[in-house]
């Protein structure tokens, strides 16, 4: 018997589209972050960037539940002196929703450099259109 380990030159790649009208944000971000790993992959090696391409449309449709709308914060800081910037998510859902998907998909991938290649990945629109249609993605439902 012998068993194989994959790396980043010998496994093949997929599209994949995620719709996320109507989602929940945190439920869907945890499958993206496997599918972009490669957990649902037979091919999966905890060690190499063996996960698919995610294309993610119809962000600014997501849902939050309880009251995360007007109390999950959203923080960064410019690096100047006092640069704190915070935004409510309700805000941030009217400015700009793929921030929201990214950080939270972001939270679920390793850290270091494994992690920012998977991330690299991950392309996230608001509406419904996206410029890969040239790479015949596939879409994925995420049912409960």
Same mark, same amino acid.
């Given at each position: 018997?012998?068993?194989?380990?994959?790396?980043?030159?010998?496994?093949?790649?997929?599209?994949?589209?995620?719709?996320?009208?109507?989602?929940?944000? !945190?439920?869907?971000? $945890?499958? %993206?972050?496997? %599918?972009?790993? !490669? +957990?649902? +992959?037979?091919?999966?090696?905890?060690? #190499?960037?063996?996960?698919?391409?995610?294309?993610?449309?119809?962000?600014? *449709?997501?849902?939050?539940?309880?009251? *995360?709308?007007?109390?999950?914060? =959203?923080?960064?800081?410019?690096?100047?002196?006092?640069?704190? +910037?915070?935004?409510?998510?309700?805000?941030?859902?009217?400015?700009?929703?793929?921030?929201?998907?990214?950080? #939270?998909?972001?939270?679920?991938?390793?850290? !270091?450099?494994?992690?920012? $290649?998977?991330?690299? +990945?991950? *392309?996230? =629109?608001?509406?419904?259109?996206?410029?890969?249609?040239?790479?015949?993605?596939?879409?994925?439902?995420?049912?409960?």
């Amino acid at each position: 018997m012998k068993t194989d380990s994959f790396n980043h030159t010998n496994v093949d790649r997929n599209w994949v589209v995620v719709d996320l009208a109507g989602q929940t944000l !945190g439920r869907v971000a $945890s499958r %993206i972050a496997a %599918i972009l790993r !490669g +957990k649902t +992959k037979p091919t999966f090696t905890p060690f #190499a960037d063996v996960g698919d391409f995610v294309v993610v449309v119809n962000s600014d *449709k997501l849902v939050l539940t309880g009251n *995360k709308l007007g109390q999950k914060i =959203y923080r960064h800081h410019t690096t100047f002196p006092g640069g704190l +910037k915070e935004v409510v998510a309700s805000k941030q859902l009217a400015k700009d929703s793929t921030v929201m998907v990214e950080r #939270a998909v972001k939270g679920m991938l390793p850290r !270091g450099p494994l992690g920012r $290649s998977m991330l690299r +990945k991950l *392309k996230v =629109y608001k509406g419904a259109e996206h410029p890969h249609a040239a790479q015949q993605p596939t879409p994925v439902s995420f049912t409960r």
